[in-house]
C-alpha cells in the first residue's frame, strides 16, 4: 500500500532559523513526489516535482530533495510568511497529512 | 494565478437535502479531481477525471457521484447529505503530470 509520512507534524522556529521537514514514502514506482504549500483555508499550492534520488529544486528559500526512500524540503533563513502547512505527496495522489510550519518574527 | 474556481466557498445544509458542489478551470486543463479533508488530516482522492465523459472513483470511497460533460467544469454531487459528509471539498486541474495540480479555494460543507 502507498504510504507517504511526514514529520515533525508541527515545527516552530524563530525568523532566521533555519531546518529541515521530512517526507518518507513507500510508493511502488514511484514517478514523481511533490511538494505543495497549504495557507489556512485555502486550497494547496504546488511547489515541486522531484523524479530522481539526488534531484533538488529550489525557490527562494525553500529547497526540496529527493533520496531513495525519503524527500526533504529545506527552510533556509526562514520568514513569518513561510508559515503554512507543507504537504508532499506521491505520483498516485497519495498526500501526507503535511507539517504545520510556524515562524515567528 | 491559477483560475480554478468552486462555489458556494461555505455551505451549511441539513441532512437528507440534495447538494450540487461546482467546480471551474479555465485554464483547459483535460485533468481534474476532487479531494476531501478534513481539519488537520491528509487529503484523500474521491474522485478524477481524465477528460470529457471520463470519471473515475477515487481512493477514498465517497457516495458522491461527479460528471464531466464539459473540460472546464466538474461537478460534485451528494443526493443526499449526511453529517458524515461535513468536510472540505478541494477541486484541483492538471495539465500534464497528476501531480502538479493548481487548487480551487475549496468549499466548506457542514451537514446539520
Known amino acids: 500500500e502507498d504510504q507517504v509520512t511526514q514529520s515533525p507534524e508541527a515545527l516552530r522556529l524563530q525568523e532566521g532559523e533555519s531546518s529541515s521537514l521530512n517526507c518518507s514514502y513507500t510508493v511502488s514506482g514511484l514517478r514523481g513526489l511533490f511538494w505543495y504549500r497549504q495557507d489556512p483555508g485555502k486550497g494547496p499550492e504546488f511547489l515541486f516535482t522531484l523524479y530522481s534520488a539526488g534531484e533538488e529544486k529550489e525557490k527562494e528559500r525553500l529547497k526540496a530533495t529527493l533520496t531513495k526512500k525519503e524527500s526533504f524540503l529545506h527552510i533556509t533563513a526562514p520568514k513569518p510568511e513561510d508559515s503554512a502547512t507543507y504537504l508532499c505527496?506521491?505520483?498516485?495522489?497519495?498526500f501526507g497529512k503535511g507539517t504545520k510550519l510556524t515562524v515567528n518574527p | 494565478e491559477a483560475d480554478i474556481y468552486q462555489t458556494p466557498r461555505y455551505l451549511v445544509i441539513g441532512t437528507g437535502k440534495k447538494i450540487t458542489l461546482e467546480c471551474s478551470q479555465t485554464?483547459?486543463?483535460?485533468?481534474m479531481y476532487w479531494y476531501q479533508q478534513d481539519p488537520g488530516m491528509e487529503l484523500h482522492l474521491i474522485h478524477y477525471s481524465y477528460g470529457v465523459n471520463s470519471t473515475e472513483k477515487g481512493d477514498l470511497s465517497s457516495e458522491s457521484t461527479v460528471s464531466r460533460i464539459r473540460t472546464e467544469h466538474f461537478p460534485l454531487t451528494l443526493e443526499s447529505a449526511r453529517p458524515s459528509h461535513t468536510s472540505q471539498y478541494l477541486c484541483?486541474?492538471?495539465?500534464?503530470?497528476?501531480?502538479?495540480?493548481?487548487f480551487g479555494p475549496g468549499t466548506r460543507l457542514t451537514v446539520l
Open positions: 485554464m483547459g486543463h483535460d485533468k
Open positions: 484541483a486541474s492538471s495539465e500534464l503530470r497528476d501531480g502538479e495540480q493548481f
Open positions: 505527496a506521491g505520483q498516485k495522489l497519495v
